[in-house]
């Protein structure tokens, strides 16, 4: 889908959008960040929050006001272990 196809109204998020993983300095991230960041959809990092042993080791989101912030931190862990950093 080209600029002039996009849904009025809708903004999508680019990979620009987000800090590199190591560069972030807050300690809970949105999901689609984290998404972005796990190369995973949005729509597993949700599920996982509702069937936290669909998830990997200590990926449990904190609830704000009815949102799901993911910790930076185990998912640094996470890309650690299984990207080899």
Known sequence: MNDHQK???VKSKTPREFLPIDQETRSHVSTACAAFHLNRKQ???RLWACFPSTAPNKLTPVRINGRLAWPVEEIRRLLSVGGGK
Do not use: A, I, S, Y
Request: net charge neutral; aromatic share 0%; proline share 17%.
């Open 7 to 9: 849904k009025p109204g």
């Open 43 to 45: 729509e597993t990092l």
